[in-house]
């Protein structure tokens, strides 16, 4: 089991996830898991982008409370985190938009954001919550920057930075939906 975050965006079970989270050949299923344990089937994923590493999936489910998401949060704007890092689950840390940066990933150029709160592994797809509860990003995977390299070997790590989807990107893949 390999676990990662999500969250709810809509009736009928319309959830958000990273592309990398859903688009990995060797499972052979996708599952989600309530708070409260419930285990639900990913009926199918409803759209895509690996640029901007976002899918927005359906689950078996009617019942579940969507969040708000909010396009932007300004850099030095505080942010909590709920996440799964190595498998230590609903966990939650804050810390604040560090920038906000374009990278080229996955055949195209995407916005992300950086933040300071900690995760790591397993928290792929979290929520990143302003100070109002409405989710800013979501988590997507973290660089390591090391002080030097010799034989190959990078040695001295100095910094880690979080890197995120803005909410905005998410939006965007709604609109062309």
């Known amino acids: 089991m390999t676990p990662a975050g999500g969250y709810v965006i809509g009736p009928g079970g319309v959830c958000v996830t ?3 989270v859903v688009n990995a050949p060797k499972w052979e299923t996708l599952v989600a898991m309530t708070s409260d344990g419930r285990v639900l089937p990913v009926k199918k994923v409803l759209a895509a982008s690996q640029p901007d590493d976002v899918a927005i999936i359906q689950v078996d489910a009617d019942n579940l409370v969507p969040l708000a998401l909010a396009p932007d949060a300004p850099v030095g704007s505080r942010v909590r985190v709920l996440h ?15 920038r906000y940066f374009t990278t080229h990933k ?12 900690d995760y790591a592994r397993g928290s792929s797809g979290g929520p990143v919550f302003d100070d109002r509860g409405a989710v800013v990003g979501m988590v997507a995977s973290t660089t390591s920057i090391y002080y030097e390299e010799k034989e190959g070997r990078k040695e001295n790590l100095q910094m880690v930075i979080k890197e995120c989807v803005p909410a905005a990107n998410v939006l965007k893949l709604i609109e062309r939906k």
């Open 18 to 20: 990273n592309y990398h």
């Open 84 to 98: 799964h890092p190595d498998g230590r689950f609903y966990t939650l840390t804050e810390g604040m938009v560090a």
């Open 106 to 117: 996955g055949g195209g150029h995407t916005t992300m954001m950086a933040i300071t709160a």
